[in-house]
């Protein structure tokens, strides 16, 4: 009788021991306060934090051998993708993680009633005391104020034992908070959101010249003026989709960034008059809608851009329309992310709500449903032409969104994005100091997010050159935008993409120092490929206009992918879902038009080279559609 009760204290003694004799280590470190931040005071004890713990996903350290495994050209599994209960059964968490940090907190004396466990087990969520918190996590918070009034809890860096370090992703609030207040700068009129990407001067966006006096539309002028027989005539675009019920293309808006129908019949009706009257797809996710309360190109040049020309290049296939996030809050990938995989909105820590917007919109006046989570289809092709400053952005946030790409590359999606429009610098010409902040002034290269993932296919931009035939090889574009591309600070150098990028840095060594660009020769290089981001004819607000930007170069290719997949259905066979691993493999050389003049300035430097083969400007080059065609038709 008095046996049993010894030895059950005796083992509840020895777990509640456990996190005294695992040595803390530190988790995550942070090695300066960010630009515009101060430090105001040390944070109150006794008020409440809502403590986040990202869990590890099992099998993240096979994720990009498991994506080979289906992409890869000489797999025997090519193009046998996953569904998307596979995926979600694969990468959740373990029991045993679960079990650790569970077994953690309440060892630490945090009632088991107070520690929540998220319905897909992917995260645990604890409201603890400022005092509460600072002891489990060895740590101090204090408070910073912005420049602009802003306030943020943050700590330095945090400690926990080993054995539960192992499982924890990252915790919030914590260090995170650097990337918020730049994108907030510029986005009056709104409801102060950190993640409004779709606001006008925020992020990446095309950029015009102006009206045209006349539209040329003839292949001799297009050096001057880019039309849809200038891209057909340029990459070989010729073919009728027929596998229009089992195909998709996918075009992700982020709100307030909106078509106005009166500016896509105005272009289909110069351009393709069967499309005349027709509307993309729209799919709401988190109450997007095309907003007509503001117009002007800042409003409407990326989305008429875009889909003039996705829906025109893919006719008879209907376009699908990712319109995203509501007129108040906006949106972040992030909340895209989680309309089309509904086991992301819960992966490893959950959204951010520094960087991702929370529906029902808590600022008002907004979307007031839920967040769409899982309930929107992934298209076999998604383009977005919206972009961060990887320094925006820590690395674990990075991360994890850039494993999702993964995943949906798992399922047979290909995700493309623009590169960029600022050359090496970040979007907005800024560069990086020597701690990799982003300064005006500063020196150092700033790679855009996400074409740095390397799960993403990234999309830089060429142009005819002027005076030249649409028959003449391109160069990278050097009027009005410079192709984004160069090195990530923060990803590693693919497998696929070793061989090219070593060809480029030992054929033609960049002529700058490490203190300008990763140069270790491990960092993942970007673009992947390129296509016309120069002088297109674009309807916007009842006019046309000349647009620019790498913003044209990633719908166009998504629109030459989408016919190669609908080839491909036609026949039965798969999806071309994740393409990196093929294009840069033997069996595509010369699969692409091959770039070799022109370069990408900024820093205040000419930016890296244009070269044969593989060059962090044009990638492989631009698209030779037939070649691909053919290519991907001999893929199993
Ligand atoms: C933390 O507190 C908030 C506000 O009271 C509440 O909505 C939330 O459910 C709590 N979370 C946990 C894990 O108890
Ligand atoms: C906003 O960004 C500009 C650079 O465009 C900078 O000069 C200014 O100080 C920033 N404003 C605030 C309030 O941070
Ligand atoms: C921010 O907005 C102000 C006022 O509208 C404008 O003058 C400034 O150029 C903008 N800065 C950036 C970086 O867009
Ligand atoms: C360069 O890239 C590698 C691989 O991702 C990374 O480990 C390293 O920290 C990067 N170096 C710098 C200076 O950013």
Redesign the pocket.
């Known amino acids: 009788m008095l046996f049993l009760p010894l030895v059950s204290l005796a083992l509840l003694s020895l777990a509640s021991a456990e996190p005294r004799i695992s040595p803390l280590i530190t988790h995550e470190k942070r090695s300066h306060i960010p630009a515009g931040w101060s430090h105001t005071h040390r944070h109150d004890p006794v008020a409440v934090l809502p403590l986040r713990i990202g869990l590890v996903q099992s099998n993240m350290d096979k994720l990009e051998k498991l994506l080979l495994d289906v992409s890869g050209p000489e797999s025997a599994n090519y193009g046998k993708h996953w569904s998307a209960g596979k995926v979600s059964q694969t990468f959740a968490p373990s029991r045993e993680t679960v079990d650790t940090v569970r077994d953690w907190l309440t060892g630490s004396g945090i009632e088991a009633s107070r520690v929540k466990l998220s319905g897909a087990r992917t995260w645990i969520e604890l409201n603890a005391t400022v005092e509460e918190a600072e002891r489990l996590l060895n740590t101090e918070y204090h408070v910073y104020s912005h420049t602009t009034g802003k306030e943020h809890v943050a700590c330095d860096s945090y400690k926990l034992p080993e054995h539960v370090s192992k499982h924890v992703d990252f915790i919030l609030p914590s260090i995170h908070f650097d990337a918020v207040i730049k994108r907030d700068n510029n986005s009056s009129g709104s409801g102060g959101t950190l993640s409004n990407i779709g606001q006008p001067g925020v992020g990446l966006k095309p950029k015009t010249t102006g009206t045209i006096g006349s539209i040329i539309n003839e292949l001799e002028a297009c050096d001057q003026q880019i039309t849809l027989i200038c891209l057909r005539a340029l990459y070989g675009i010729v073919y009728v989709p027929v596998a229009t019920d089992r195909n998709s293309y996918g075009i992700v808006e982020y709100t307030p960034q909106a078509y106005l129908q009166t500016d896509l019949n105005m272009f289909f009706g110069n351009f393709s008059p069967n499309l005349v009257g027709k509307s993309p797809a729209m799919v709401s996710v988190d109450g997007g809608y095309a907003q007509t309360e503001y117009t002007g190109f800042g409003y409407n040049g990326e989305s008429d851009l875009d889909l003039q020309y996705g829906m025109s290049l893919v006719d008879p296939l209907p376009v699908t329309l990712y319109q995203t996030g509501d007129m108040v809050e906006g949106a972040s990938f992030n909340n895209f992310l989680d309309a089309i995989d509904g086991s992301y909105c819960t992966f490893e820590g959950g959204d951010d709500p520094y960087y991702d917007s929370t529906y029902p919109d808590p600022y008002g006046g907004g979307y007031e449903g839920p967040e769409d989570c899982g309930t929107a289809a992934p298209a076999h092709v998604i383009s977005t032409s919206y972009g961060y400053n990887e320094a925006e952005l820590s690395p674990a946030y990075a991360a994890r969104q850039c494993a999702e790409y993964a995943k949906l590359g798992l399922m047979g999606t290909t995700v493309l994005y623009s590169s960029g429009d600022d050359g090496v610098a970040g979007n907005g010409n800024v560069c990086l100091d020597a701690n990799?902040n982003e300064v005006y002034g500063g020196t150092r290269f700033n790679p855009t997010f996400p074409g740095v993932c390397p799960y993403v296919t990234s999309v830089g931009a060429t142009q005819v050159n002027p005076g030249a035939s649409v028959t003449e090889p391109e160069s990278a574009c050097m009027q009005v935008i410079y192709s984004g591309g160069g090195?990530?600070?923060?990803?590693?150098?693919p497998s696929y993409q070793a061989a090219a990028v070593e060809h480029y840095l030992t054929a033609y060594p960049p002529a700058y120092s490490?203190s300008q660009y990763?140069a270790?020769g491990?960092?993942?290089g970007f673009p992947d490929v390129a296509a016309n981001g120069a002088n297109y004819v674009v309807a916007v607000d009842g006019e046309f206009e000349l647009v620019y930007g790498t913003s044209a170069s990633s719908p166009v290719t998504g629109s030459i992918l989408t016919l190669v997949n609908d080839a491909r259905l036609a026949i039965g066979k798969s999806p071309i879902g994740f393409i990196n691993p093929t294009i840069y493999s033997p069996a595509f050389a010369g699969a692409f038009h091959d770039i070799t003049t022109g370069s990408n300035p900024g820093c205040g430097t000419n930016g890296f080279n244009a070269t044969p083969g593989w060059d962090p400007v044009t990638g492989l080059g631009t698209p030779n559609f037939p070649q691909l065609l053919a290519r991907w038709l001999a893929l199993p």
């Open positions: 990799g090195f990530s600070n923060y990803f590693a150098l490490a990763n270790t491990k960092a993942r």
